[in-house]
């Protein structure tokens, strides 16, 4: 195990920083788009590829980080998913035209597939379960911090240098992160058998067709058979693979890690949650401008409030949890959630913006302990033998869910905008997402009152948990 010392300034730093280098990566290029556009003579519209491509490599490519960290050590596959990375962003930044951003950003999805997952998984096997809770709370802010100053860095680097600096600002990071990767990330292997080609196939068309068809869902095209199309192949394949996985010795991802009830209990509440979770960061900037007309600026800083709001509750949450348990808390916050969201579709134009910041603040604080909740109760308890699996299966299906919570907001503006005002459009899809965020609520109910008690030190009945 890692001293004290190391759990403060050594692997949660790094992991923390990955986390924050891949979400800000994430958001940052929408701002910069049009410049992009201008300088390589493309249409706006036309540089979204440099969204998909980068989008639909991760997607592919995390079931693979479990089988590569277990086969070849988690310290190479990490350093390598960083240089990576680092390197992906410099070609982008380097790209004159849109074949080689793509080209880049696929490289660069090499890498961020990989940084996150593994670095999470490293995280649960160096500390006991006890100090993973604290870990994990740490490593979540950034996780919330980076779609929220993603665009308002990239807005400033187009506006006062140039493009190219959104990327070549991983390249200081990257390096500094490697340096101190390679002094302090520890190498954990777990023996796997030959590499389940089929199944990588079959999780991997399931995963980019399901993708594709949410990101079909946020074009401008009436018709609906592509996506019905794909997500009927991706549902297929998903169903094919767990045939196919229940027959292959060595599956790729295996489905005992279902046999843990907290973690079947707690990644069905984790996708229920983000399906309406995952659409705020798109919703609120677009209530802020369009709804109550604020300035992009004003709004830039206003979204502010929600980060800050996540890294005032990296204390509280502990002790919350200490206090009133696993199953409580995560009823309580998705409720409070959920609320949130209510208030949301209630603002109205000319109402104190100090009420809207104060809504937002919450919001953060409220989405960052049910973050660090949701994923410590749905990894703490998996046998070292399934971490590698639970973890890209819960990276997996964050990815998705996040993506479907926008496609599903998309959807419900443009539901709702039919012979009414943007602002109404906009106040009926808040009410909506925040019933999805309450549906969660009746899954996380399936919790017990003691589940997650060994994981905060409340009780010695861990061995019931499975």
């Given at each position: 195990m890692l001293t004290s010392r190391d759990m403060?300034?050594?692997l949660p730093v790094i992991t923390a920083a990955a986390f924050f280098m891949q979400m800000l990566d994430s958001t940052i290029l929408n701002t910069a788009l049009p410049s992009i556009a201008e300088a390589m003579h493309r249409s706006p519209f036309s540089m979204q590829l440099a969204v998909i491509s980068y989008t639909l490599t991760v997607a592919l490519l995390i079931p693979l980080s479990g089988w590569l960290a277990d086969t070849f050590g988690t310290r190479r596959t990490f350093l390598s998913a960083v240089t990576l990375f680092t390197v992906g962003s410099v070609l982008c930044a380097m790209s004159v035209s849109l074949p080689q951003l793509v080209a880049a950003r696929v490289v660069q999805g090499i890498g961020g597939a990989m940084m996150v997952p593994v670095s999470r998984l490293t995280l649960m096997r160096a500390y006991?379960?006890?100090?993973?809770?604290?870990?994990?709370?740490?490593?979540?802010?950034p996780g919330l911090v980076g779609p929220v100053v993603g665009p308002i860095i990239g807005g400033w680097l187009v506006t006062y240098a140039s493009w190219h600096w959104i990327f070549l600002i991983n390249l200081p990071l990257g390096l500094v992160g490697l340096v101190y990767?390679?002094?302090?990330?520890?190498d954990f292997r777990q023996p796997r058998g030959r590499?389940?080609?089929?199944?990588?196939?079959?999780?991997g068309l399931s995963v980019l067709a399901l993708t594709a068809g949410v990101e079909l869902t946020g074009g401008k095209s009436a018709s609906l058979t592509p996506v019905f199309v794909l997500a009927g192949t991706g549902v297929l394949a998903g169903a094919a693979y767990v045939y196919h996985a229940r027959?292959?010795?060595?599956?790729?991802?295996?489905?005992?890690?279902?046999?843990?009830?907290?973690?079947s209990v707690g990644i069905a509440g984790n996708m229920v949650a983000r399906l309406g979770i995952g659409s705020i960061p798109f919703l609120v900037p677009?209530?802020?401008?369009?709804?109550?007309?604020?300035?992009?600026?004003?709004?830039?800083?206003?979204?502010?409030?929600?980060?800050?709001?996540?890294?005032?509750?990296?204390?509280v949450v502990l002790r919350l949890l200490k206090r009133f348990g696993y199953r409580h808390v995560l009823l309580f916050l998705t409720l409070a959630i959920a609320g949130i969201f209510m208030l949301m579709g209630l603002q109205q134009p000319g109402w104190p913006l100090s009420l809207l910041v104060v809504?937002?603040?919450?919001q953060g604080m409220l989405m960052s302990g049910q973050f660090t909740a949701m994923n410590t109760i749905t990894l703490g308890y998996l046998p070292p033998e399934h971490a590698s699996d639970g973890n890209s299966l819960l990276s997996v299906s964050q990815n998705l869910c996040i993506s479907f919570g926008v496609a599903i907001s998309t959807a419900l503006l443009r539901f709702y905008s039919g012979g009414a005002s943007e602002l109404h459009a906009l106040h009926s899809t808040f009410v909506t997402v925040a019933l999805i965020t309450a549906?969660?609520?009746f899954v996380f109910m399936f919790l017990r009152p003691d589940d997650g008690d060994h994981l905060l030190g409340r009780g010695q009945a861990a061995g019931k948990k499975a």
């Open positions: 403060l300034t050594g006991t379960r006890e100090d993973f809770v604290r870990v994990f709370n740490f490593i979540t802010i990767a390679l002094r302090v990330f520890p590499f389940d080609v089929a199944g990588f196939l079959l999780i027959r292959f010795p060595t599956p790729l991802i295996s489905l005992k890690v279902f046999a843990t009830r907290t973690f677009l209530m802020l401008q369009v709804g109550l007309e604020y300035s992009a600026d004003v709004a830039g800083l206003i979204m502010l409030a929600p980060a800050l709001g996540s890294i005032m509750t990296k204390t809504q937002l603040l919450v549906a969660s609520a």
